[in-house]
Every structure is written in C-alpha cells, then in structure tokens.
C-alpha cells in the first residue's frame, strides 16, 4: 500500500495544483482516493466498471488522470460540477474528493453504475454532503430544469467523441461556465472537427493542454470549452441522435 500512496501523492502534487498539493499533505482525502479505488475493484467482479484493476495502474490511469484537471481548471468550493458518463466516478468523484464542498452530480445510463454510485456515495460522503447520482441519458437530462444551463462546470472522460460530447454536456452549463474533455492524444483533431458544433452549441475552445501521466502511462489531452451563448432549445436531440448524426 505504501508504494500506491507514495505515487498517488507524488503525481498529485506534480499535476494536481493547489487541490492536490492540499490532498497530498492530508492523510485522510488519501485514504479515501485509494478507498474510491478499492471500492471500484470489489465492485467490479459483480458489475464491469472498469478494464484496468491493478492498483498500481488504477492510481495513475484513472485517479491522476482525473485530478490532472485541477492542475488546469481552477475548482472550488461550492460550484456545481457534473461528470457525464461517469462510470466508477472518473472523473467526478476524484473531484468531490479532492475539492471538498463542490456540489457534485454524477451521472450515467447504466443501472448498474449508478448503483455502484450510489454505494460509494455512502462509503465516502456519509451524512448530508450535496452529491448527487443521476441515472439517465445525457440526452434528457439536459433538457431538466434544475440541470440545464446550471452548472458551472461539466467533466467527461471517455464517452464520445468531441462532437458528440459537446452536444451532451453544453446544455448543463450556464453562460460564462466551462466543459472540460479528458481526452487522449488524438483529441487535437477530435476538437477541430468540432468546430462547427462548438459554435451551433454556444461553446468556445478556451484551453488545450498536454498532460503527461506519471510511470510512463501517457500522454492526455485537456479540451476546455467556455459557455459564451446559451445553447438552443433544440439541442441535446433525442437519445441516440448526438451519436448517429454528430453535428
Ligand atoms: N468516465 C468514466 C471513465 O473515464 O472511467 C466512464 C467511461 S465509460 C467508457 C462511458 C460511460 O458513459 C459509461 O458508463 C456509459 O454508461 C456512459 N454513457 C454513455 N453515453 C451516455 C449518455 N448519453 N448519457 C449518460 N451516460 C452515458
């Protein structure tokens, strides 16, 4: 275990900012991101969350790689933030954890996950915490009053292509909020093709930044879009749809 809390620490300082350089001197948050881990490895014989169970490869590939965004996008106590297609939590419980009084809400169509979820939820925020799970598509949330145009941020890793994600997570965020796109090396030209949909949506591309993972895990890339127009009314169109026909 000490070897896992050694790296966990050392990748939050190198790539987490000011949350994760507060983290790694906190015993307590440390236990509970390798805690999120554990949790998501019991779970994982029951329910499929996740390809990657090593620990050791789980704190670089998914907790620091979610809290990388912290090195970039200032969070803080008190925002809303949603993680769409969150899965076991990345990256939107890395977030809860590491920036304590965010309101988080989390969410994904799969049963199953939010279930997961919901457990962990307990597990980790026991009592009144302001976190939410949010089982459903992306599709017919957005269109929810309460949840569109409410956030000021939205996360999302690995759902879909950048077109696509735009069209599911632009309608959360209110004008003047950002989205944020955990992506891979090949998310440069995702975010040009995207253009088109960026601006129909009410999006602009105000960051692009390369992440290095530690142990030789990789390279990412952080896509960060400004609200600067509410998005249509029109838009997200029915489930499915952002997928079949990208904009
Ligand atoms: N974000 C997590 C991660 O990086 O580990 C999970 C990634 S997993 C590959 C994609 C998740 O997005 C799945 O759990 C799936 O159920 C969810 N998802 C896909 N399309 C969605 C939609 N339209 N609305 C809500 N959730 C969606």
Not at 29 to 44: C, D, I, K, S, T
Not at 127 to 136: C, F, K, Q, S
Request: aromatic share 6%; proline share 7%.
């Amino acid at each position: 275990m000490a070897e896992y809390l050694a790296v966990l620490r050392e990748g939050l300082i190198e790539l987490a900012g000011p949350p994760g350089q507060e983290a790694a001197r906190d015993p307590g948050r440390l236990r509970a991101l390798l805690q999120h881990l554990e949790e998501v490895r019991e779970w994982n014989r029951l329910v499929n969350l996740t390809g990657i169970t090593d620990l050791g490869e789980m704190v670089v590939k998914h907790t620091l790689d979610s809290a990388a965004l912290l090195g970039r996008v200032p969070v803080s106590p008190g925002m809303r933030v949603l993680d769409v297609g969150t899965g076991a939590g990345f990256p939107g419980v890395v977030l809860g954890l590491l920036v304590p009084g965010v309101r988080l809400s989390l969410l994904d169509s799969l049963q199953k996950r939010c279930r997961f979820l919901e457990h962990l939820c307990q597990v980790l925020w026991p009592g009144d915490r302001e976190v939410e799970v949010l089982w459903g598509r992306a599709e017919e949330w957005g269109h929810r009053p309460g949840y569109r145009e409410a956030y000021d941020l939205v996360t999302a890793r690995a759902v879909a292509e950048m077109r696509v994600l735009a069209e599911l997570c632009l309608p959360f965020v209110r004008v003047g909020g950002r989205f944020v796109a955990l992506k891979g090396p090949g998310g440069r030209q995702e975010v040009a093709e995207a253009a088109r949909a960026l601006a129909t949506l009410g999006g602009e591309v105000t960051g692009l930044w390369e992440v290095t993972l530690p142990a030789g895990a990789g390279e990412r890339l952080l896509v960060e879009v400004t609200k600067v127009r509410p998005t249509p009314a029109l838009y997200p169109r029915r489930p499915g749809v952002p997928e079949k026909r990208p904009l």
